[in-house]
């Protein structure tokens, strides 16, 4: 009896967390009704997704330099023995630092692989992204960064972990591009948009900055596999949420989407070029830093280890405390924009010319805030921007115009691991600082050239300004229905639901706002 009736409780509380889990799916399906719940969590799963990607960019700072001078010791050790038996210490001592000096050119290409790849396909990834939508290229993102993490875990040589390396570098064109692409596609309301940016911004920063100490920590005491294997879990739960909550494969809203701008167009764009380089510019401080600034601490100031581990981690506050601001005053004044990124620029190349004049650590931590801060002004006010350009100067959809965002991220990430040191050796540290903070200072009064078109804000697209003509096509006539919805006072559900599913058809809709327009 007594096992009967363990068996039957067993049974009961199997049935019960079973109906918990039932009444869970139908409230997260009720809540993807919500256009509101729906933006909520589609958010949050682009946001896990830039975490991971950024964790895994800087997760393997204190991991793979040590893993592969171990690799290198032991190799060199063997042909040493079998080859040279009887070779003195001067000789050996020569043999050590030709190898240390082949070991942090292959650490460099190692790092820039991944951003050099990104590179080369993120023009590929935006039109693919604005051919078939934004949900699947993110899963194929996720899947990507899931494989490449699991071979980062498994790899014994550095043929696999550059394969690794660069195939992060594939997922990271797609997750990346196709994140930033969906948020600025469900947020339409400019401070919304620039809310959301923010808060993606503030998880990239946070995945930065937090994945050098978790995985030095989980090296040391749990091995290389851990920190890779943890990551790898997450990127899985994040894949599985975004199957189970947006089910890509059954959207039939992409069979009826418009036809994006092509990149090449985007690119010449004057306001988008000059938005992108400041994107570039804003960033080489710190994609120059990252791979100089722990050898030129322990040569200058003789720094601990545990203070060039520890560099860039109080910067993490200010750059959230300026994502803060950036989306209040964005909120307040959304035709400042420009300003404030300009600002931000002036800001990071202050902050980088006076880097080489610290003597200490605590000194050193100033200069360092005020890059962050710096760029997260430029990043928060910048990143809506290019999607308020793409509405009022050419077709409301992204992928194309955050593929060239990710491209000018991506120039500066792949030249920093190798241009900056072969620019430290030859011109020196200071020369390195004093280019990068000209460099930013002169560029940020290019962006008065978005003064005006910022005016124009807040708007969904130049034909909701300019309708001197009907609306043409599907996407200009759902558009204009949302905007007379949302003036009426209530939302027609925007993008959250497909064409079909709201019976709403296209060609009744374009003949009745022809001869409303008309």
Not at 32 to 45: A, F, T
Not at 169 to 176: E, K, N, T, Y
Not at 261 to 268: C, E, F, Q
Not at 468 to 482: C, N, R, S, V, W
């Amino acid at each position: 009896m007594d096992a009967e009736g363990g068996s039957f409780g067993l049974a009961k509380s199997a049935a019960l967390k079973l109906s918990e889990m039932g009444e869970r799916t139908k409230k997260l399906g009720s809540a993807m009704k919500d256009p509101h719940q729906q933006k909520r969590i589609i958010l949050v799963i682009v946001c896990v997704a830039l975490l991971l990607d950024n964790m895994l960019y800087m997760v393997i700072v204190p991991i793979i330099p040590d893993y592969l001078a171990d690799l290198e010791n032991e190799q060199s050790e063997h042909v040493h023995l079998v080859l040279h038996p009887n070779t003195s210490l001067a000789n050996s001592t020569n043999e050590d630092k030709i190898n240390k000096d082949n070991l942090d050119i292959q650490i460099g290409v190692l790092f820039a692989s991944k951003a050099i790849l990104q590179l080369l396909v993120n023009p590929l990834t935006g039109t693919f992204i604005d051919r078939i939508g934004y949900d699947i290229p993110l899963l194929i993102g996720l899947s990507v960064m899931f494989v490449s993490t699991c071979i980062f875990a498994f790899a014994e040589n550095y043929a696999t972990l550059f394969v690794a390396r660069s195939l992060q570098g594939l997922g990271s064109a797609f997750a990346d591009t196709s994140g930033f692409a969906m948020i600025a596609d469900k947020y339409t309301e400019e401070a919304e948009r620039s809310r959301a940016l923010g808060i993606s911004l503030a998880f990239i920063s946070f995945g930065s900055l937090v994945a050098p100490p978790f995985g030095g920590v989980l090296y040391e005491f749990a091995g290389k596999r851990v920190p890779f294997i943890v990551l790898a879990s997450i990127c899985l739960v994040d894949g599985f949420l975004l199957l189970t909550v947006i089910k890509p494969f059954s959207n039939r809203t992409r069979e009826n989407m418009p036809v994006g701008t092509p990149i090449y167009r985007l690119m010449i764009d004057p306001y988008i070029a000059v938005v992108a380089g400041a994107l570039t510019m804003a960033n080489i401080p710190l994609a120059f830093l990252e791979p100089t600034i722990a050898n030129w601490m322990e040569t200058t100031m003789h720094s601990t280890q545990w203070e060039m581990g520890l560099t860039w981690l109080p910067a993490f506050f200010p750059h959230i405390l300026g994502v803060y601001i950036t989306v209040k005053l964005a909120a307040k004044n959304p035709h400042l924009q420009w300003f404030y990124g300009a600002l931000g620029m002036v800001i990071i190349g202050a902050s980088s010319c006076t880097v080489p004049a610290c003597k200490t650590f605590g000194e050193l931590i100033a200069p360092l805030c005020g890059i962050c801060f710096g760029i997260a002004l430029v990043d928060t006010a910048l990143l809506p921007t290019l999607a308020f350009l793409v509405d009022v100067r050419h077709v409301s959809v992204y992928g194309s115009v955050y593929a060239i965002a990710d491209i000018s991220y991506s120039i500066a990430y792949a030249m920093g691991p190798i241009v900056a040191g072969q620019i430290v050796h030859n011109l020196g540290f200071v020369q390195l600082n004093l280019g990068m903070g000209l460099v930013n200072v002169l560029y940020a009064p290019a962006l008065l050239l978005l003064r005006n078109v910022c005016q124009m804000k807040p708007s969904y697209s130049e034909r909701d300004n300019l309708l001197d003509e009907a609306p043409q096509g599907l996407y200009d006539t759902i558009k204009m229905e949302e905007v007379r919805a949302k003036k009426k006072g209530y939302s027609s559900g925007g993008n959250c639901l497909s064409v079909d599913e709201n019976g709403f058809d296209s060609s009744k809709a374009q003949q009745s706002s022809s001869s409303e327009f008309t």
